[in-house]
């Protein structure tokens, strides 16, 4: 099993940034993708990015592609997810989860891909 707590959430105004922090430990050598979720109120659960820890092949939503930046500091077992040009359309509760297997089929933001998961933490962006 594998423990993730997320970091680094807050209010910002739009336009601004904030970076994401997930540290993994347990088991970690058996994670193989870790993935960033995020939920809105009155939303579903929607994959925001991820990384393949193997040869770390980066992936992004359409909605955050070119905004959003996935990165892992292998050494601090941590996985960053930095976000830029904050809409508040972003306003949500944010995941990471990690995958003992790489997703099937490249769906790495399927969430029944995933083992492991963190408690969230709040981003909220005001206009």
């Known amino acids: 099993q594998v423990q993730l707590v997320e970091s680094g959430g807050g209010s910002v105004q739009a336009g601004e940034s904030l970076r994401l922090s997930c540290a993994v430990s347990g088991n970690i050598y058996r994670t193989k993708c870790i993935g960033w979720f995020r939920r809105a109120p009155g939303k579903g659960r929607e994959g925001v990015a991820a990384i393949y820890r193997g040869d770390g092949s980066t992936y992004y939503a359409d909605s955050v592609k070119g905004r959003f930046a996935i990165s892992q500091d292998n050494a601090k077992n941590t996985v960053y997810l930095q976000l830029n040009s904050l809409k508040p359309e972003d306003t949500a509760m944010y995941y990471c989860?990690?995958?003992?297997?790489?997703?099937?089929?490249?769906?790495?933001?399927?969430?029944?891909?995933?083992?492991?998961w963190g408690q969230g933490t709040q981003v909220t962006v005001s206009s």
């Open positions: 989860a990690a995958a003992v297997a790489e997703p099937y089929g490249g769906k790495w933001y399927a969430s029944y891909e995933y083992n492991d």
